[in-house]
Nanobody
Framework: VQLQASGGGLVQAGDSLRLSCAAS????????VSWFRQVPGKEREFVSA????????YYSDFAKGRFTISRDNAKNTAYLQMNSLTPEDTAIYYC????????????????????WGQGTLVTVSS
């Protein structure tokens, strides 16, 4: 299984970015996919998840209302649309996935996901 994250870059505060996570060896239509982010020196934190078999979406408090997770089964790719970016959103963004769905209480935990992409850097300037 490989997850290829892309779409990061340098943007200004208030701009938007769309991150992509292309999967191979795993069918995202029957999998759960998530996004986490990490700032060097800090712990990895949950951003959003798209859970299979119900298509339920989860967001962290900082992502609600600004970020949208989606999935294109035909392209076997997941996306994270990020709007109204702020400098506090600067981080390396990782996509992660697993077969099926995690226990609900585990949805926001990195340990619930088996496969990880390499990360894509998002830098937001003020």
């Amino acid at each position: 299984v490989q997850l290829q994250a892309s779409g990061g870059g340098l943007v200004q505060a208030g701009d938007s970015l769309r991150l992509s996570c292309a999967a191979s060896g795993l069918t995202l239509g029957t999998s759960s996919v998530s996004w986490f982010r990490q700032v060097p020196g800090k712990e990895r934190e949950f951003v959003s998840a798209f859970i299979s078999y119900g298509n339920r979406q989860y967001y962290s408090d900082f992502a609600k209302g600004r970020f949208t997770i989606s999935r294109d089964n035909a392209k076997n790719t997941a996306y994270l649309q990020m709007n109204s970016l702020t400098p506090e959103d600067t981080a390396i963004y990782y996509c992660a996935a697993r077969n099926g769905r995690p226990i609900t209480s585990e949805t926001r935990r990195a340990e619930a996901y088996y496969y990880w992409g390499q990360g894509t850097l998002v830098t937001v300037s003020s």
